[in-house]
Nanobody, 116 residues
Framework: QVQLVESGGGLVQPGGSLRLSCKASGTIFSTETMGWYRQAPGKERELVAT???????NYADSVKGRFTISRDNAKNTVYLQMNSLKPEDTAVYYC??????????WGQGTQVTVSS
């Protein structure tokens, strides 16, 4: 069973930066497409970014140019570098894994709050 553990969330001022990490276990990490989603209060969960096994990346329009997703297969970890943070980026951020056979896994979420 795949387990995903996020870390790195917190409180940051507008314009600041945070780096989220998600460590996976119970899977062959290099075969998983990985991603980050977020859910703000009262809103539906939305895609932030994904990275495939070949490191092809995809981003939501709202974060393009500010966020960068990357992966380290040797450490079974996916990262989300978030720069130029805005109050509207405030949400719970969830790590996501999609296996080559289509099974999905989610982390428990980490809170990101952007506020002065």
């Amino acid at each position: 069973q795949v387990q995903l553990v996020e870390s790195g969330g917190g409180l940051v001022q507008p314009g600041g930066s945070l780096r989220l990490s998600c460590k996976a276990s119970g899977t062959i990490f290099s075969t998983e497409t990985m991603g980050w989603y977020r859910q703000a209060p009262g809103k539906e969960r939305e895609l932030v970014a994904t990275i495939t096994t070949t490191r092809y990346t995809n981003y939501a329009d709202s974060v393009k140019g500010r966020f960068t997703i990357s992966r380290d297969n040797a450490k079974n970890t996916v990262y989300l570098q978030m720069n130029s943070l805005k109050p509207e980026d405030t949400a719970v951020y969830y790590c996501y894994a999609l296996s080559h056979i289509g099974s999905q896994s989610w982390g428990q979420g980490t809170q990101v709050t952007v506020s002065s």
